[in-house]
């Protein structure tokens, strides 16, 4: 069998791997707080024919050896936690992070899950909970009656109500950051889960120590360029067609061959 047929056949899974991950970016392009991810192509094991260095005399070495690669594959996909555009949205309950960190979301067996999705709403009780009804954590509850809710860039949470009109503070919004926010756990909903590459969570005030501030009536748009992405694809797509011409040009030289002997 000619080595070729398979190392064209590892560029045509690796494309299509890759075109899934170009079309998971687009189709979220409008996905509040999405990070896009990014393909990463390594080159499989060679096969060495002759090795560089090699003595061709007692006196002399070769320049330059014989290494025939095998082929390619995808051996992961890196999140791009680069920042995207914030809209304002008029919407108290709409809040994102400008800088560093992530909300955190008490999920329900009782483990945190990490967003930047800060599209928030009220439960039944008045606490701020997410699309999917989990509460933020630290929680925060609103009293009845509340006339206005403010949370300030450092998490402070305060609101007035028709029985007091001065403003009292409920609760501190806290975030969280990473080492390698890289390394998080994508588990669908905009969450993330701590994973032994991220690094355990660094907990504190938005603001401080690197932590960015939280912006009120305002929402975190997605980072997909929509032009980077297309260029992509187009790529991708100009790649698996000369993958395929190579598995084709093979097949003929093989079927050549078989009827020429």
């Known amino acids: 069998m000619m080595p070729s047929l398979w190392v064209g056949k590892t560029g045509l899974a690796a494309q299509d791997m890759n075109l899934t991950t170009i079309s998971n970016n687009l189709a979220n392009v409008s996905t509040t707080g999405f990070k896009r ?22 006196d002399t070495q070769l320049p330059s050896g014989l290494q025939l690669g095998t082929g390619v ?5 890196q999140k791009m936690f680069t920042e995207g555009s914030l809209q304002n949205t008029e919407q108290p309950l709409d809040m994102a992070v400008n800088g560093r960190g992530f909300f955190q979301v008490l999920q329900p067996d009782g483990s945190i899950a990490y967003t930047r999705d800060g599209t928030f709403h009220l439960d039944s009780n008045g606490q701020i909970v997410t699309s999917q009804g989990n509460p933020l954590e630290p ?20 609101v007035t109500t028709l029985a007091s009109p001065t403003p009292q503070v409920i609760g501190n919004l ?53 032009v980077e992405e297309l260029v992509n694809m187009i790529t991708t797509q ?24």
């Open 37 to 58: 991810d990014r393909a990463e192509f390594q080159d499989l094991l060679y096969q060495i024919r002759r090795q560089p260095g090699g003595q061709s005399s007692q």
């Open 73 to 77: 594959r995808i051996v992961g996909t």
């Open 174 to 226: 806290q975030t969280a950051d990473f080492i390698n926010s890289g390394g998080l756990q994508a588990i669908g909903n905009n969450l993330f889960l701590e994973t032994g590459s991220s690094g355990a969570p660094q907990v504190g005030t938005p603001g401080l120590n690197g932590l960015g501030v939280i912006l009120q009536n305002t929402l975190e748009n997605s980072n997909v360029s929509v």
């Open 238 to 261: 100009r790649a698996y067609e000369m993958n395929s011409k190579v598995i084709s040009t093979a097949d003929q030289m093989l079927g050549f061959v078989t009827q020429n002997l």
């Open 139 to 158: 929680a925060i509850v609103l009293p009845p009656e509340v006339q206005s809710f403010t949370v300030g860039q450092d998490g402070t949470v305060s």
